[in-house]
C-alpha cells in the first residue's frame, strides 16, 4: 500500500531524511525524487511486516489445532 502524497515542497531542492546510525541519529539531505524512494521502502517494509504478522498468527493456529489432535484422551 503506498503512503498518501506528500504536497510538493515550494521552496526546498532538498528534503530532511533521518536513520540511526549505532543509536545515534544520522540526518541526511534528500532529493524529492530520494524521499519519494525512500516513502515506498518503508511502505514495503510495513507491508512486508504485516504478511510475516499473518503468517506467524496461521503458524501459531496450526500449531495448536495438530497439538490438540495429537493429545490422548
Known amino acids: 500500500m503506498p503512503l498518501p502524497r506528500r504536497p510538493a515542497a515550494t521552496s526546498r531542492a532538498l528534503l530532511p531524511g533521518a536513520r540511526k546510525v549505532a543509536g545515534k541519529t544520522v540526518t541526511r539531505r534528500l532529493t524529492p525524487r530520494q524521499a519519494q524512494l525512500y516513502e515506498?521502502?518503508?511502505?514495503?517494509?510495513?507491508?512486508?511486516?504485516?504478511?510475516?504478522?499473518?503468517?506467524?498468527?496461521?503458524?501459531?493456529?496450526?500449531?495448536?489445532?495438530?497439538?490438540?489432535?495429537?493429545?490422548?484422551?
Open 40 to 73: 515506498q521502502w518503508i511502505a514495503n517494509r510495513r507491508h512486508l511486516d504485516e504478511i510475516i504478522t499473518a503468517m506467524e498468527d496461521v503458524s501459531r493456529e496450526a500449531a495448536e489445532q495438530l497439538l490438540d489432535d495429537t493429545t490422548p484422551t
